[in-house]
């Protein structure tokens, strides 16, 4: 290779033409057919021809000549019939080298423009052979079918791009737009853009289409589903970007209807004990419908003698049936401010596994002997069959927590038990619950709870009691289960339950992670030497799988082995995961929305901490923190100041405040 011959080389998947202006040192400077010049590697040439152009000409005049030259060489291609050669060579399976394909398309006295020709043909057109610029090797017929099927693909995706972006400026622009059948792919496209964003396989034709259309916001995006009705306004994304489901198969919903049609026998037996006789309670909130758990309480002689009887699903759902795979894919129920998700069908969540008024129902019941004084004599726990006789929520209770005997036998056992706990080094954290609901007309309402009224003080202690006897039952036994433990907090900032709101709210964020394990460890939290959860075993698989190793040790199934419980454990934490996440974030959602109308309205904020930008305040009527701006005013940790909600956006996780 001389100065003046000459070369191509391949470039932005385009093939350039130039001439040689000099060779030094393994590199070669070239002036190309756009008129620039570039220095390369020989290796980087694709094709390099034996004509040469006379360098005394002008610039001008060489990038001219070039051009001249590509020219004809394109000329050339319309020469070229690729299925042809295709066909006359497919079955040779091997790769023809340059001047062999250069002398079957041009048979007479082939040159260097011929040799181009056949490189630009082959490279422009895949279809048929496999490109290197000095050899071809013909595809298969599958291949061929493949490759054509791509192309098809790819021209309908470009028409569908181009349709695709003119339909959508005119429903972002247009005020009753409609949604006919045939837009529907795009409609799924643009759903996975918005949610996945760029690990949606559909991102770069939505990029494309949005970029046509003139979109440029992921909020117009939104705006454009819920304008075309595909999502509600208020539609769940988290649930559709983690694919939580939200309906249940047939097949689960039909082996459900066949249960409750035909049910498993209930009746006492030697292992079931006949506890129908006592009066049993249920106590939960207003718009509870699955009833995990019941309480009895009696006199007997010098002692009381209480009962905590948890429904027996395991009675019903078997490890491995439809129902069991199904909870086990979900992990829990989900409650959230404008839907609930069972974990279980309705139909047993509700009703045959629900402990309803006046039902026959087969229970684990944790019998519990303990003195005049409340403190713990013992306890045994074996399979039983109740009948709840009143279903009472809080307020009920609350309401007569002062003058019903029963009821004040258990908050007295209650807050005996409590004390026992802080005694014993667990963390009290006493702070309001704000519960959002939604109404009948979609709008967003909420009510402060006092996770201390008589009612929830006492569930709360006596399930946490419960799920302790029965930690120590298996322990006993020595049966793997899902023990929870918790290490001590990374400082404690009151004794027992004396903290302030600030104190209690701060107490919080110094808790340690909880762990779950297969053996019991202690529970730093909850002041306990072993905890497991076992009283919701409707609402949650680790409740159901618990139980499932009491129900073993009672003789009624067998056991997981410790590593089955291991494994359960790790497969459940990403489901358990994202059900804590859609539930914070629907519940924090909803709890914006509200305050959207609330704009311009002043509010008692609690100073937390001081931050670079301002403070970290909470708005103590919603227990809600969010920044305060700095604004000249010096402020201190546990002060309390009033502030003006300045801007909400619930979509976009937005609340701000300035100083009222």
Not at 34 to 56: A, G, T
Not at 168 to 176: A, E, I, P, R
Request: hydrophobic letters at 40%; glycine letters at 4%; proline letters at 5%.
């Amino acid at each position: 290779m001389e100065a003046g011959n000459i070369v191509e080389y391949i470039d932005r998947q385009k093939i350039i033409c130039a001439v040689v202006l000099e060779v030094k040192k393994q590199r070669v400077r070239l002036l190309a057919e756009n008129d620039r010049e570039i220095i390369l590697s020989p290796n980087r040439l694709s094709h390099v021809c034996n004509s040469r152009l006379d360098l005394s000409k002008s610039k001008n005049k060489l990038v001219e000549a070039l051009n001249e030259i590509i020219q004809r060489r394109t000329a050339l291609i319309s020469q070229i019939d690729l299925k042809e050669l295709w066909d006359v060579l497919r079955t040779e399976q091997e790769w023809i080298d340059l001047s062999m394909m250069t002398a079957l398309c041009f048979p007479d006295k082939p040159n260097c423009d011929h040799e181009s020709a056949v490189i630009r043909a082959f490279f422009k057109n895949r279809l048929y052979f496999k490109f290197k610029p000095d050899k071809f090797f013909p595809n298969s017929e599958d291949e061929v079918e493949r490759i054509s099927a791509r192309a098809r693909e790819s021209a309908r995706k470009n028409q569908l791009i181009e349709e695709g972006s003119q339909w959508l400026k005119s429903v972002f622009h247009g005020t009753k737009p409609c949604l006919p059948d045939d837009k529907m792919e795009i409609v799924e496209m643009i759903q996975s853009f918005y949610l996945f964003e760029k690990e949606s396989k559909h991102y770069a034709p939505c990029k494309t289409m949005f970029d046509k259309a003139g979109i440029d916001d992921s909020e117009a995006v939104l705006k454009i589903l819920i304008k075309l009705g595909v999502w509600d306004p208020n539609e769940n994304i988290d649930l559709l970007r983690m694919k939580i489901p939200t309906s249940f198969p047939a097949e689960v919903l039909e082996s459900a209807t066949e249960l409750i049609g035909s049910p498993l026998l209930i009746s006492a037996s030697n292992r079931r004990e006949n506890l129908t006789s006592l009066r049993l309670m249920t106590i939960d909130g207003q718009s509870t419908l699955d009833f995990d758990d019941a309480l009895s309480i009696e006199t007997v002689g010098d002692h009381y003698r209480l009962g905590i009887h948890i429904a027996d699903v395991g009675h019903f759902i078997k490890k491995g049936d439809v129902f069991d795979e199904e909870a086990f894919l979900r992990g829990s129920s989900i409650y959230m401010p404008d839907r609930k998700i069972p974990m279980l069908p309705p139909c047993l969540a509700e009703d045959l596994c629900s402990l309803r008024a006046e039902k026959l129902r087969p229970a684990i019941s944790v019998m519990v002997n303990l003195s005049r004084t409340a403190d713990i004599i013992d306890y045994e726990i074996f399979p039983s069959l109740i009948c709840v006789s009143d279903q009472l929520t809080y307020y009920d209770v609350n309401m007569i927590a002062d003058h019903e005997k029963e009821i004040g036998i258990l908050v007295g056992i209650a807050e005996n038990f409590r004390r026992k706990r802080l005694f014993q080094g667990a963390v009290h954290i006493s702070l309001p619950e704000i519960n959002i609901w939604v109404d009948e007309k979609g709008n967003p309402a909420i009510s402060r709870i006092n996770r201390e009224s008589p009612g929830r003080m006492l569930i709360s202690e006596i399930m946490i009691m419960a799920n302790w006897l029965m930690a120590g039952f298996l322990a006993k036994h020595e049966v793997p289960a899902v023990f929870r433990s918790q290490p001590e907090p990374r400082e404690r900032l009151y004794p027992e339950n004396e903290g302030t709101l600030f104190q209690n709210w701060m107490q919080r964020k110094l808790l340690n992670r909880f762990a779950l394990t297969h053996q019991p460890e202690s529970h730093s939290g909850l002041g306990l030497d072993a905890y497991v959860t076992a009283t919701s075993p409707i609402r949650k698989y680790f409740d159901l799988a618990t139980q499932r190793q009491i129900r073993a040790i009672l003789g009624l199934e067998n056991p997981y082995t410790a590593d089955e419980i291991r494994r359960l454990i790790q497969m459940l934490d990403l489901p358990m995961s994202c059900v804590s996440k859609i539930q914070f974030n629907r519940h924090r959602y909803w709890l914006l929305k509200y305050l959207e109308g609330k704009i311009g309205q002043k509010e008692v904020a609690l100073v937390l901490s001081r931050r670079r930008n301002g403070y970290q305040v909470l708005l103590t009527e919603y227990m809600l923190e969010c920044c305060l701006p700095l604004n000249g005013v010096s402020l201190k940790p546990e002060d309390l100041v009033q502030v003006t909600i300045q801007n909400v956006n619930a979509r976009k996780d937005i609340v701000s405040v300035y100083m009222g």
